[in-house]
């Protein structure tokens, strides 16, 4: 099989791409950065099978050239992961603006990327699609999250079509939806709100991103059979 892991070389998506590169030596393992050079730098140097690709989701240029390299390549599993920015504050002290930002770069852009992968995965029949979520959509949403959950609401959505409109084709949709992990989307927090959210914790401890992409790993190995799914990383909290 073949991958293509958008953010793979930060974070989450970082774990992921080396997950996938240790576990498919054979496979070729694309995957877009941006402010991360010197990460996909290390990856690519790990890793013969890897590729990295320059793409900043703000730019629709980048994103466009992306969506052909997708329609001229055979790749099998598509990993939605790449997010640009977390917007945290109230909703109503958001601006239109911070909206429109926050949709056309990590909505519209994942929206088209998975377009061009479905096109051409129905070309051939077959397909995985995996789009990380947030376990913010169960429950009661966290304080300032209203822009990012309502793009992961959007996506969530979207993955419902994407499993129900192309079962027919062999290509299958699932979503991960993990809790709070110690990424550098989080960079600002403020250690005692981590601690905090260790105290509350069942297993008093946090996520991490290994344990995440393991899981995707498990759906890279699945059947098509797992279709249409939303799997939470919550130790059972908020559901």
Not at 10 to 19: H, V
Not at 22 to 44: K, R
Not at 152 to 169: G, P, Q, R, T, V
Request: overall charge neutral; hydrophobic content about 45%; proline content about 2%.
């Amino acid at each position: 099989m073949n991958f293509l892991i958008t953010g793979g070389a930060s974070g989450l998506g970082y774990a992921i791409t080396k997950a996938i590169a240790s576990s498919f030596p054979d496979a070729h393992i694309y995957f877009t950065f941006h402010s991360s050079a010197a990460n996909a730098e290390a990856l690519m140097a790990g890793s013969k099978n890897l590729h990295a690709i320059k793409c900043n989701f703000k730019e629709a240029s980048e994103v466009e050239s992306l969506c052909r390299l997708i329609q001229s390549s055979e790749i099998d599993v598509l990993v939605n992961n790449a997010f640009t920015k977390l917007t945290k504050h109230h909703f109503h002290k958001t601006v239109r603006a911070e909206i429109n930002e926050s949709f056309n770069s990590d909505i519209l852009s994942t929206v088209e990327i998975t377009r061009s992968f479905i096109l051409k995965a129905r070309e051939r029949r077959s397909g995985k699609i995996i789009t990380i979520l947030s376990s913010g959509l169960a429950g009661v949403p966290p304080t300032g999250w209203s822009v990012y959950l309502a793009g992961k609401a959007y996506l969530l959505a979207m993955h419902k079509s994407w499993a129900a409109e192309n079962k027919a084709f062999n290509i299958s949709s699932n979503c991960i939806s993990p809790d709070f992990m110690a990424t550098a989307l989080h960079k600002d927090m403020d250690e005692r709100m981590i601690e905090n959210l260790i105290e509350k914790h069942p297993l008093k401890k946090l996520l991490t991103v290994e344990e995440v992409a393991q899981v995707v790993l498990f759906l890279c190995n699945s059947s098509a059979q797992l279709n249409g799914q939303h799997i939470f990383l919550n130790s059972a909290m908020n559901f």
